[in-house]
């Protein structure tokens, strides 16, 4: 036993990882997968216990499962890995009650010994994987773990980009223009100013737009509101018209014809 008959003359003696139980036995033999001797002339190979591995034939020793794998079973050619979602920072573990979850707003591979953060811009989808927060929308913290938690553009702004993580990225409706929609993707959502009214750039785009001031008018997206001159009378809030031929104006800001001399 724990011999191997070389050209039938001479026995060898089984080195660490071979075995012979034989007598009379043409070889030594490698111990199988998930099983290991450090001796030598062994007569048979010690399984693994639980939490250890052999992945190799011929194996001199068991080796422990690294941190975020496991080995619930003896005999374990190789460990199995902690599901993504989850890691583990045991070594040699038996279970998979050790693979813990990730916090709110981390993910992680399979067989993963700690967990990430998902950035600025993004979202944790159940532990597994980071998602970018969808056009119009945007995230500036980081660990969220829903989409729910990426915050709307505003109204009177809209992103067309995924991923956005600062509130600059909602782009305004430009001058001229409002929104009352929030969420938005594009600038299809802005609309123009109606006449006599006004938007410019150091207004909230989010509100409708603010009427002129007595004697001053304004056109469909107009980002200020325009006097007439002299001569002039404002016509349905939206234009300057001269004074009909034999009259005059020497007041400005007259809002109709018949305000002409």
């Given at each position: 036993y724990g011999r191997g008959n070389v050209n039938n003359q001479t026995?060898?003696?089984?080195?660490?990882?071979?075995?012979?139980?034989?007598?009379?036995?043409?070889?030594?033999?490698?111990?199988?997968?998930?099983?290991?001797?450090?001796?030598?002339?062994?007569?048979?190979?010690?399984?693994?216990?639980?939490?250890?591995?052999?992945?190799v034939l011929g194996s001199e020793n068991c080796f422990d499962c690294i941190p975020g794998?496991?080995?619930?079973?003896?005999?374990?050619?190789?460990?199995?890995?902690?599901?993504?979602?989850?890691?583990?920072?045991?070594?040699a573990s038996i279970t998979s009650s050790l693979c813990l979850e990730c916090a709110q707003g981390k993910i992680s591979l399979?067989?993963?010994?700690?967990?990430?953060?998902?950035?600025?811009?993004?979202?944790?989808?159940n532990g597994k994987e980071c998602i970018m927060c969808p056009k119009g929308k945007y995230?500036?913290?980081?660990?969220?773990?829903?989409?729910?938690?990426?915050?709307?553009?505003?109204?009177?702004?809209?992103?067309?980009?995924?991923?956005?993580?600062?509130l600059n990225l909602c782009?305004?409706?430009?001058?001229?223009?409002y929104s009352l929609i929030d969420n938005a993707v594009s600038n299809k959502t802005c609309v123009f100013c109606e006449v006599g009214k006004y938007k410019n750039s150091f207004m909230d785009p989010g509100v409708v737009c603010t009427n002129c001031e007595?004697?001053?008018y304004s056109n469909i997206g107009y980002n200020e509101c325009k006097e007439c001159l002299l001569g002039e009378y404002i016509f349905e809030k939206r234009e300057c018209l001269?004074?009909?031929?034999?009259?005059?104006?020497?007041?400005r800001g007259i809002e109709g014809e018949e305000l002409c001399k």
């Amino acid at each position: 036993y724990g011999r191997g008959n070389v050209n039938n003359q001479t026995c060898e003696i089984c080195p660490a990882g071979r075995f012979n139980n034989e007598i009379g036995g043409t070889s030594c033999q490698y111990c199988n997968f998930g099983h290991s001797t450090l001796n030598v002339e062994s007569l048979e190979c010690e399984e693994c216990i639980a939490g250890k591995y052999a992945n190799v034939l011929g194996s001199e020793n068991c080796f422990d499962c690294i941190p975020g794998k496991y080995s619930e079973l003896s005999g374990t050619k190789n460990c199995k890995n902690c599901m993504s979602g989850r890691f583990s920072t045991s070594t040699a573990s038996i279970t998979s009650s050790l693979c813990l979850e990730c916090a709110q707003g981390k993910i992680s591979l399979e067989g993963s010994s700690s967990c990430s953060s998902c950035i600025m811009g993004k979202y944790s989808n159940n532990g597994k994987e980071c998602i970018m927060c969808p056009k119009g929308k945007y995230s500036n913290i980081i660990e969220i773990d829903s989409i729910d938690k990426c915050k709307k553009c505003p109204q009177g702004k809209y992103n067309g980009v995924l991923g956005a993580n600062d509130l600059n990225l909602c782009k305004n409706c430009g001058e001229g223009k409002y929104s009352l929609i929030d969420n938005a993707v594009s600038n299809k959502t802005c609309v123009f100013c109606e006449v006599g009214k006004y938007k410019n750039s150091f207004m909230d785009p989010g509100v409708v737009c603010t009427n002129c001031e007595s004697g001053k008018y304004s056109n469909i997206g107009y980002n200020e509101c325009k006097e007439c001159l002299l001569g002039e009378y404002i016509f349905e809030k939206r234009e300057c018209l001269l004074c009909p031929m034999g009259t005059y104006n020497d007041v400005r800001g007259i809002e109709g014809e018949e305000l002409c001399k």
